[in-house]
């Protein structure tokens, strides 16, 4: 099968919910096993171009323009979490301002003068998407420009060599478009969920979260972790330029996959679950 991960020595303790790393990264991975003769092709849908991937053994399925640049999104918000967590305790704690809270939504709905901590902000960043949360994180690893050079090392480090972070949240305008692929995203979430605390709380259904009174619940937006068995982690994003992605995995049994979603035009679920058990369904 081929390959588009390669694996970390083996010195490197994997957690139980994801195995192997980074990407081999060769372009002979835009061709997908073609599975036994007389299978059924993959289901295609509304997204441009996708992939759908093994999480453990980094074969690629089945993919459409899997190296096809596109705007990410809200999904490269996995990126700017891996990069909190590499150099931020999840206790530690910031005070929030009104310049975190002007920014296009969606947002969390953080309040000015209010103290939260990373993980709180993580919560926020990848169960609703907050551009708020993203925005005072990006502040706590130095300001903007700070965030994005360190998302943007991360990404190279990780082999997704074709990614370019324009801003912490995934927001993208003239002359600051951030561009990633397919591959690289399945690479990102791959190895995004090898840091427990992504793990867990991409799982989460909801969480509490300061309000000005003191608590609220914010809900996972990922609709599959209630509509699909063995959902294990997924993440929307939206804007003009990128229209609509996802990214997700999933495990039925001892198997674990990926899937990857760019410059969509209708129902991305629909799509997502056709590919799981269709990857599921082969030997």
């Not at 909190?84 to 301002?97: F, M, N, S, T, Y």
């Not at 509509?227 to 229209?243: C, F, Q, S």
């Amino acid at each position: 099968m081929t390959r588009f991960f390669a694996s970390f020595a083996s010195s490197v303790a994997l957690v139980a919910l994801v195995v192997g790393a980074g990407p081999i990264g060769g372009r002979a991975a835009a061709a997908p096993d073609p599975g036994p003769a007389g299978a059924l092709a993959a289901p295609d849908g509304p997204a441009a171009a996708w992939l759908l991937a093994d999480m453990d053994t980094g074969s690629i399925l089945a993919s459409k323009n899997p190296y096809q640049p596109h705007a990410p999104a809200s999904t490269i918000k996995v990126l700017l979490a891996m990069v909190v967590l590499d150099h931020l305790h999840p206790g530690a704690a910031v005070r929030a301002a009104p310049v975190h809270t002007r920014v296009e939504c969606s947002c969390v709905g953080l309040v000015p003068g209010q103290v939260y901590t990373t993980r709180q902000l993580l919560e926020g960043l990848l169960l609703v998407s907050g551009n708020d949360a993203a925005n005072l994180l990006g502040d706590m690893l130095g300001g903007m420009r700070a965030a994005v050079w360190r998302m943007n090392v991360k990404a190279a480090q990780l082999g997704a060599r074709s990614t370019r972070a324009s801003s912490p949240s995934g927001l993208d305008g003239p002359g600051w478009e951030s561009v990633t692929t397919p591959h690289d995203l399945a690479v990102m979430l791959r190895a995004a969920l090898r840091y427990p605390l992504i793990a867990h709380i991409m799982r989460q259904p909801e969480a509490q979260f300061p309000d000005r009174t003191g608590y609220k619940t914010i809900v996972n937006q990922n609709e599959l972790l209630r509509r699909y068995p063995g959902d294990l982690a997924g993440k929307t994003g939206y804007t003009n330029l990128a229209r609509k992605t996802y990214i997700g995995a999933a495990q039925r049994g001892n198997r674990r996959l990926i899937v990857v979603q760019m410059y969509g035009t209708g129902d991305l679920y629909g799509q997502a679950v056709d590919l799981f058990d269709w990857g599921f369904a082969r030997p």
